[in-house]
């Protein structure tokens, strides 16, 4: 990689990162930004139309035009507060938070709710300001990289479980509940993986869980919210354990087509977050404009059961040919991953489908496992069956 010239910068220490940058282009793992504009189910980049299946918009809400005009003509232009300039504890505590967490409280059996500005300023808050040194950790091997992030923010000691493996937990806990050294436990799981598309037995979670009396259950929804449950309240309503999971969060910024994290939990539990979690405390607060656009979303896709059926059943589909062609797949869901290995012929192969008209990206190491890197294929609602014959075609 040839350097710049660039006076403030000591070029030996450039050096280091562009061989270091050399490094990852000859693995095959080199990432870069791509310019593209969304067109609903289609994406364009550099002039080329393709089917989108990279989105996290699983229920096509973020594409839908129709849906943005209703919300801004029935929304005052007095209310279109682009930036609350300031934290909620100083004076950014707009009317639009209290309605949106009024919302979720209501959904959710009237627990509490709790606001934050991304997924990710929620899994580095939350684990640290709930733990110290006389708590224990026990995390899903595969946890997101935000909620191990958190998890090393914190001061407690913390064991990685197999994935997905209940049993081994199990084990886990029995071996550290009567320790006393620890006060608390603290079960840390995605309900669905984002990398595999697997889902954790939420139900055999919570059963475990009722057998130890300091544990806790920390669920991610991040990719269920919206898409799983009668209502798109995510994996603990379909299997009907949301009053049993302590601290449930998940992400507006996927099918629910907006932006920020949320905690659904005990009213302690939210009150202590106020006065201890440092990325909530220290953070200015989302524009109003924001909540007010999620609140609205949040109310229409409780009455998208149709769109959920529809893609639940694209997803039992791809997941069910992608097996026949011979691919490992470990999907129950609606992010289905076809796991090559080798990471250049992964990228190749999504050049090759690039081409052919279907915009899915390869996902290398360190996001995934060695020698697991994947086509990572992320259905939405607008997928139809034929999209899906044809890709498996090209597969």
């Known amino acids: 990689m ?20 050399d490094e990852l282009k000859q693995q095959g793992n080199l990432r870069q930004f791509t310019s593209n504009v969304q067109q609903g189910r289609m994406i364009e980049i550099q002039g ?15 594409a839908d035009l129709n849906l943005r005009e209703h919300f801004f003509d029935e929304t005052p232009n007095q209310l279109h ?5 300031s934290s909620r504890l100083l004076t950014g505590n ?17 627990r509490a709710a709790l606001l934050f500005n991304s997924g990710y300023h929620m899994n580095i808050g939350i684990l640290p300001a709930l733990s110290d040194s006389k708590t224990l950790i026990l995390a899903d091997k595969l946890v997101h990289a935000s909620m191990i992030d958190g998890i090393r923010l914190s001061s407690a000691k913390y064991v990685r479980y197999r994935h997905n493996d209940l049993n081994h937990l199990q084990q886990l806990l029995q071996q550290y509940h009567t320790d006393e050294a ?10 669905i993986f984002s990398m595999d598309g697997d889902e954790t037995d939420l139900a055999e979670l919570v059963r475990i869980k009722q057998q130890f009396a300091k544990v806790m259950l920390y669920v991610d929804e991040a990719h269920a919210i919206g898409v799983r449950g009668e209502q798109g309240l995510g994996c603990a309503e379909q299997y009907g354990v949301i009053d049993e999971i302590d601290l449930l969060v998940g992400t507006f910024g996927k099918a629910l087509a907006s932006v920020g994290g949320y905690l659904i939990c005990h009213p302690i539990i939210r009150e202590y977050l106020i006065n201890s979690m440092r990325p909530l405390i220290f953070s200015t607060a989302q524009p109003p404009i924001c909540m007010a ?17 529809h893609l639940q059943q694209i997803s039992q589909n791809l997941q069910q040919s992608v097996q026949i062609k011979g691919f490992d797949c470990p999907s129950t869901s ?12 992964t990228v190749e192969k999504a050049r090759q489908l690039q081409q052919a008209g279907f915009y899915i990206m390869p996902v290398r190491p360190p996001t995934v496992p060695k020698h697991s890197s994947r086509l990572r294929i992320s259905l939405t609602s607008q997928v139809n069956q034929a999209d899906l014959e044809q890709l498996v075609r090209l597969l």
């Open 94 to 110: 707009f009317p639009e938070y209290e309605l949106l967490e009024a919302s979720l409280s209501q959904a959710f059996h009237g």
């Open 182 to 191: 620890f006060n608390h436990i603290i079960v840390v799981t995605e309900s």
């Open 334 to 345: 609606h992010i289905v991953p076809v796991i090559i290995g080798e990471s250049q012929k």
């Open 48 to 62: 080329q139309q393709m089917l989108n299946l990279s989105s996290n918009d699983y229920l096509g809400l973020a």
């Open 293 to 309: 656009w999620t609140d609205f979303i949040f109310r229409h896709v409780l009455g998208l059961q149709q769109q959920r059926q």
């Open 2 to 21: 040839k350097l710049l010239n660039d006076n403030a910068l000591n070029n030996s220490l450039l050096n280091d990162y562009a061989i270091k940058l």
């Open 81 to 85: 507060r682009m930036s609350s300039s």
